[in-house]
């Protein structure tokens, strides 16, 4: 893509799964590129679907649904900036079940 692979991999977590699928989609060959779009996408979607489900099932109890959702924004950014860094250090870091399944589905 013309791009410096360490940064293309940030760049895959920028707005976390969009970015993944625009990487995925644009990068054809390189392997360290398309872990880190597939990594963004299986990570960042599913964490999107879980604090949406989570928010209508409290949306009736203010408290507990803003408490909630405030952690789980919290642990998404920390684990956002975390994969951002071992992104642009050149690193294929690996979460624990998702990095594995992106693995394999890059081949």
């Given amino acids: ?9 940030v760049l895959c977590y920028v707005l976390g799964w969009i970015t993944g699928i625009v990487f995925l989609v644009l990068e054809k060959e390189n392997k360290f590129v398309r872990f880190h779009a597939m990594q963004s996408i299986a990570t960042f979607l599913p964490l999107m679907v879980i604090a949406w489900i ?3 099932i409290f949306m009736w109890i203010p408290f507990i649904s803003w408490a909630i959702s405030t952690l789980i924004w919290i642990l998404v950014l920390i684990l956002w900036l ?16 998702v990095g594995n399944f992106a693995e394999k589905q890059i081949g």
């Fill in 1 to 9: 893509m013309g791009l410096e692979e360490n940064i293309a991999g």
């Fill in 54 to 56: 989570t928010n209508l």
């Fill in 82 to 97: 975390i994969l951002m860094f071992k992104a642009y250090q050149g690193e294929m870091y690996k979460l624990p079940i």
